[in-house]
């Protein structure tokens, strides 16, 4: 995983509230685009740079492209992250 990408990809609110909409399941690129007041152009950047990061999946079928979180890059990073709460509880004891 390229932390780079992931905290990149993060910093954006558009992309983390893309996230969030899609915690709720799997949604065509138009649904996703619908919901923001952007243009497609814009939403479909948004889309690559979360894909790029790995912290979303695409799924093609027929004419339409479906996307949904990759968890296992989250669960990953949260595993990374993780590390440094172990070192704020040894520093509060």
Same mark, same amino acid.
């Given at each position: 995983?390229?932390?780079?990408?992931?905290?990149?990809?993060?910093?954006?609110?558009?992309?983390?509230?893309?996230?969030?909409?899609?915690?709720?399941?799997?949604?065509?690129?138009?649904?996703?685009?619908?919901?923001?007041?952007? #243009?497609?152009?814009?939403? #479909?950047?948004?889309? #690559?740079?979360?894909?790029?990061?790995?912290?979303?999946?695409?799924?093609?079928?027929?004419?339409?492209?479906?996307?949904?979180?990759?968890? #296992?890059?989250?669960?990953?990073?949260?595993?990374?992250?993780?590390?440094?709460?172990?070192?704020?509880?040894?520093?509060?004891?």
């Amino acid at each position: 995983m390229a932390f780079e990408d992931t905290f990149k990809a993060l910093s954006d609110p558009v992309r983390r509230d893309i996230l969030e909409t899609l915690k709720q399941g799997r949604l065509s690129a138009g649904e996703i685009a619908d919901r923001y007041d952007l #243009s497609r152009a814009t939403v #479909s950047y948004h889309l #690559s740079q979360l894909k790029k990061a790995d912290l979303i999946v695409e799924e093609k079928e027929k004419n339409f492209i479906y996307y949904e979180i990759n968890t #296992s890059v989250l669960e990953g990073l949260m595993l990374w992250l993780s590390q440094f709460t172990e070192v704020l509880h040894e520093r509060e004891s």
